[in-house]
């Protein structure tokens, strides 16, 4: 009934082509947005920030990241985690060596040097396709995950092997650092994310992000019909490990302030994979949603035994954790096999006749 | 720096085989254990290419299931069951396993792309590794089947039984998983599935029984790996990681290739173990943890397939 598109007219191709054309659709995004950037940041406990919001919008950055390569272009990777690594290495490096340079500068830069490692990385896929390259996609996981911990220059030759994000400012306010305050780190990380999330849309709607889909639908065709299967190969990978890289950048700057090798392990690439399998390949919505799905589920499952007043032993109740995030894994792949943002287009659809669906 | 430049290549590209070559004794002892180390992945990666041929389910749970199926059988043993019926229990066990995964997962998987199914089989890693923890408790378990354990030296080689057993018991299941991929009525049904699900099934295969019997299989060797691994490090967590020690060696065997997994796991095995030892110190040592992979990628850019995979050929 509220929902359609009846009466709304356009009388221009840039009307007709607008990320939102549904005019409903648009005031959606901007009170979501407006939720996000003045509600939350005035309303939500330092918890909230801290524990729910700030990762969920890097992972979401990551996701989007995997999900340009994986879900659009059609190379499966495992190697985010090292990539993530890279990012944040790189920016830690970056701005001790010339701490006056603006921090989100250091951070896009970073993301560059991320997504040189990751044309490297990305040679192989010319020649392998499918697991094969996924499971080579794991060289570079643990290739650069042994090098941060072995090689002393990238973590500036300190006893403890780990990273620490140093004070730094934007605009006279301290963004990174012990004294930066959970509201400030989470309008940064919202602001980075929103640009880079409407970057990414627009990429995968013009020319690249189709020869993306063309490669990944089958790149014989796609080589057939005039595109080069190893540039766009090459790009994608570049571009993924530049989101990778920053949304690494970010997790230790501006959510957990410091880390070690250990918090790139290969389980955090298995967790982006499933945030986009989750949410959906090839839907930048979906990256969000599952992200969202990834971080909230196991803190969900941690509080919920108090809900109920139940008491365990802790071990015992990680373990009922693990498994009931596998069996949730596996339960959704079976429901909806495409992810949370095909549920939500379900819903659009279903909406869009409601209540006569006839 | 010319000296510095010359004395690096030296120590890259001739130190390290003068030393092969004046002690030869430690070069084969490094060469036999990166050997029996080897037949230990390729018990692992035995169990992905299994179910990887007959279903085309890249099976990531492989390690869970070592883990899981190696947990079983030390825990009934600690509950006071003899030896032998904790075997059979584990593997009653793993069968019931193999059965809910076919009736409650991948019945309703049918058809999707190979990247769901895979991340079905890395949720179901978490499930059955957490369902394993539950029951038996995630500490570490000392598995202690009675086999010794004792060195001793042939021609100047110090050996170990242990790992001769490891290699004789590997050896064996292998020979047994031909016999029966071979010679019997399941195997050749198992073999037609592999080639072909729809003529598999135009044929008169059930292709839901296949699917039960290939991860029964597949537990089983993920049993004896379970047992083997135990036995050397005791039964913990770590086990399922293995799984990723055993796929550089599948990528470098080709996933559809049962010899290739035996191969691959030797090879794997002894370049490890060789790089590790001459190549390692120069660059601060645990290089065990990615040499694997990069080996493998470096066999891939040239037959992009494996060393026995099946060719692929593509059509537009």
């Known amino acids: 009934m509220f929902y359609r598109e009846t009466g709304q007219f356009k009388s221009s191709y840039k009307a007709d082509q607008a990320i939102f054309p549904l005019s409903q659709d648009r005031w959606f995004i901007l009170f979501l947005i407006i939720i996000a950037f003045l509600v939350i940041p005035l309303t939500a406990s330092e918890y909230l920030l801290q524990a729910v919001m700030i990762p969920l919008l890097i992972f979401s950055l990551a996701s989007i990241g995997l999900n340009l390569l994986v879900g659009y272009a059609g190379q499966l990777s495992l190697g985010t985690g090292g990539f993530m690594a890279v990012g944040a290495y790189m920016t830690y490096k970056l701005t001790t060596a010339f701490p006056e340079i603006n921090i989100i500068i250091v951070f896009i830069l970073a993301g560059l040097i991320s997504a040189c490692v990751g044309l490297l990385f990305g040679i192989p896929s010319l020649r392998i396709k499918g697991f094969y390259l996924a499971v080579a996609t794991l060289a570079s996981q643990f290739f650069l995950v042994w090098m941060f911990n072995k090689v002393a220059w990238f973590y500036n030759y300190n006893s403890s092997g780990t990273i620490t994000a140093p004070p730094r400012e934007l605009f006279g306010i301290t963004v990174t650092g012990p004294t930066a305050t959970a509201e400030t780190r989470y309008i940064v990380v919202l602001a980075i994310v929103c640009v880079f999330a409407l970057i990414a849309k627009n990429l995968v709607r013009g020319r690249l992000g189709r020869s993306w889909m063309a490669v990944r639908d089958m790149d014989i065709a796609a080589e057939i019909i005039g595109i080069r299967p190893f540039q766009t190969k090459l790009i994608a990978f570049s571009i993924s490990s530049f989101y990778c890289g920053l949304a690494g950048a970010l997790m230790v700057f501006l959510w957990l302030g410091s880390a070690e090798t250990e918090a790139f392990s290969i389980n955090e690439s298995f967790y982006v994979l499933f945030m986009i399998i989750i949410g959906g390949l090839g839907s930048i919505l979906g990256s969000f949603l599952g992200a969202t799905f990834i971080v909230c589920v196991p803190i969900l499952l941690t509080n919920a035994p108090q809900l109920f007043g139940l008491s365990m032993p802790i071990d015992l109740q990680k373990h009922i954790e693990i498994m009931l995030f596998g069996f949730l894994i596996v339960f959704f792949l079976i429901v909806e096999p495409h992810g949370l943002a095909r549920l939500w287009q379900i819903a659009k659809e279903k909406l869009r006749l409601w209540p006569f669906p006839y | ?316």
């Open chain 2, 1 to 316: 720096m010319d000296m510095e430049i010359i004395n690096f290549l030296n120590l890259v590209f001739l130190a390290p085989f003068v030393e092969m070559v004046s002690y030869p004794i430690f070069f084969s002892e490094v060469i036999i254990s990166g050997l029996l180390t080897g037949v230990m992945y390729s018990l692992v990666a035995l169990g992905f290419v299994l179910i990887f041929k007959a279903s085309g389910v890249f099976n990531f749970a492989q390690g869970a299931m070592v883990l899981f199926a190696a947990l079983t059988l030390v825990g009934l043993m600690e509950h006071g069951f003899p030896i032998w019926a904790a075997l059979i229990s584990t593997i009653i066990v793993l069968i019931a396993l193999a059965f809910v995964v076919e009736r409650f997962m991948l019945r309703y998987l049918i058809n999707q792309e190979d990247i769901i199914l895979f991340m079905a089989t890395i949720g179901l890693t978490f499930l059955i590794q957490g369902f394993g923890e539950t029951i038996w408790g995630s500490n570490v378990k000392p598995l202690d089947l009675g086999i010794p354990s004792e060195s001793f030296e042939v021609g100047g080689l110090l050996l170990n039984e242990f790992d001769l057993f490891a290699a004789g018991s590997g050896a064996i299941l292998v020979a047994v998983l031909a016999v029966f991929f071979h010679y019997t009525r399941i195997g050749r049904a198992l073999r037609a599935v592999a080639d072909d699900h729809q003529a598999a099934m135009a044929v008169g295969i059930p292709l839901k029984n296949i699917w039960i019997i290939v991860w029964s299989v597949a537990g089983f060797v993920g049993l004896v790996a379970g047992i083997m691994w135990g036995a050397k490090s005791g039964v913990q967590f770590s086990l399922s990681l293995i799984a990723l020690k055993a796929l550089p060696v599948l990528i470098l065997g080709g996933f559809t290739s049962v010899p290739g997994a035996i191969v691959g796991g030797l090879i794997i095995g002894v370049g490890e173990k060789i790089a590790e030892i001459y190549w390692g110190p120069l660059v601060g040592g645990a290089i065990e943890n990615w040499f694997a992979y990069v080996l493998a990628l470096a066999f891939l850019l040239f037959r992009p397939q494996g060393l026995f995979g099946e060719r692929i050929i593509e059509r537009v």
